[in-house]
């Protein structure tokens, strides 16, 4: 009998797999990061607990196009400084990517609130145009003029927070206590370049960073990087107090309640 694609992987297949997951080289993006110093209390306010407010009320974008070999990727995010058991860190509030393979690992194994989206990084001579889109609105866009190279930075850990969970079946909440996840990621640069130029937030309904407003920009980078990720559970958070702020995932927090109609599987 032929193989049946849907059919069980043996064992061997499966650690194949994974071992190949696992050595996978160094995988280099060009981007531009954009940091600014917004309202406390509008940070504050999308934090789900336990997490708490950083020591600045900081708001980070992330743009950047990676040069896969017959797959280039657009990856973004946005995300606010935020502090988890002694932990500094950052929490994506939404992370856009151009492609879906981007998605599944990082939405169902982590947590990520990746959602489907137009990732731009443009570079003409010293000018650069960066900018994240979904549903035809930019909704972040960062513009300007390369100032002149930067010291490359030593390698560093960073800290990404998520919050991973399933909706329950049958609409109640969740289906178990959802997890708090620490993802560390260990980030080489090899080169960075500052830009003098500013953020534009424009209003979307889907994606309203715009409440998160630039009272002032720390900094606009533009560099060339790359990262691995580890991630591990940090704690069971209460499905109560998650539940007011599961709009953050979801265009529409009533999709996930939505099902085929009856008769049409």
């Given at each position: 009998?032929?193989?049946?694609?849907?059919?069980?992987?043996?064992?061997?297949?499966?650690?194949?797999?994974?071992?190949?997951?696992?050595?996978?080289?160094?995988?280099?993006?060009?981007?531009?990061?954009?940091?600014?110093?917004?309202?406390?209390?509008?940070?504050?306010?999308?934090?789900?607990?336990?997490?708490?407010?950083?020591?600045?009320?900081?708001?980070?974008?992330?743009?950047?196009?990676?040069?896969?070999?017959?797959?280039?990727?657009?990856?973004?995010s946005?995300?606010?400084?935020?502090?988890?058991?002694?932990?500094?860190?950052?929490?994506?509030?939404?992370?856009?990517?151009?492609?879906?393979?981007?998605?599944?690992?990082?939405?169902e194994?982590?947590?990520?609130?990746?959602?489907?989206?137009?990732?731009?990084?443009?570079?003409?001579?010293?000018?650069?145009?960066?900018?994240?889109?979904?549903h035809?609105?930019?909704?972040?866009?960062?513009?300007?003029?390369?100032?002149?190279?930067?010291?490359?930075?030593?390698?560093?850990?960073?800290?990404?927070?998520?919050?991973?969970?399933?909706?329950?079946?049958?609409?109640?909440?969740?289906?178990a206590?959802?997890?708090?996840?620490?993802?560390?990621?260990?980030?080489?640069?090899?080169?960075?370049?500052g830009?003098?130029?500013?953020?534009?937030?424009?209003?979307?309904?889907?994606?309203?960073?715009?409440?998160?407003?630039?009272?002032?920009?720390?900094?606009?980078?533009?560099?060339?990087?790359?990262s691995?990720?580890?991630?591990?559970?940090?704690?069971?958070?209460?499905?109560?107090?998650?539940?007011?702020?599961?709009?953050?995932?979801?265009?529409?927090?009533?999709?996930?309640?939505?099902?085929?109609?009856?008769?049409?599987?």
């Amino acid at each position: 009998m032929a193989r049946v694609r849907y059919g069980a992987r043996t064992e061997a297949e499966i650690a194949a797999a994974r071992t190949a997951s696992s050595k996978l080289p160094d995988i280099w993006s060009t981007g531009v990061v954009a940091v600014w110093e917004s309202d406390p209390d509008a940070v504050a306010a999308v934090l789900p607990p336990p997490l708490k407010p950083g020591s600045r009320p900081l708001v980070r974008a992330n743009i950047s196009k990676v040069d896969l070999p017959g797959y280039p990727l657009g990856a973004g995010s946005v995300a606010v400084a935020a502090e988890h058991g002694g932990v500094a860190g950052w929490y994506p509030l939404v992370m856009p990517m151009t492609h879906e393979r981007a998605l599944i690992g990082g939405r169902e194994v982590f947590g990520e609130p990746k959602k489907l989206g137009e990732v731009e990084v443009e570079r003409d001579g010293l000018v650069v145009r960066a900018r994240l889109a979904r549903h035809g609105i930019a909704f972040v866009e960062v513009r300007g003029a390369v100032s002149g190279a930067l010291p490359i930075p030593d390698p560093v850990q960073k800290t990404d927070f998520y919050f991973k969970f399933l909706p329950a079946v049958d609409g109640s909440g969740f289906d178990a206590d959802p997890v708090l996840v620490h993802c560390v990621r260990n980030e080489k640069v090899r080169k960075l370049e500052g830009i003098t130029g500013d953020v534009v937030l424009r209003e979307s309904m889907y994606d309203p960073v715009a409440d998160l407003p630039v009272r002032a920009v720390v900094e606009i980078t533009i560099g060339e990087k790359t990262s691995d990720q580890q991630g591990r559970v940090a704690e069971r958070v209460s499905a109560q107090a998650l539940l007011p702020y599961i709009h953050q995932r979801y265009d529409d927090p009533q999709q996930i309640l939505d099902g085929p109609p009856e008769g049409s599987v």
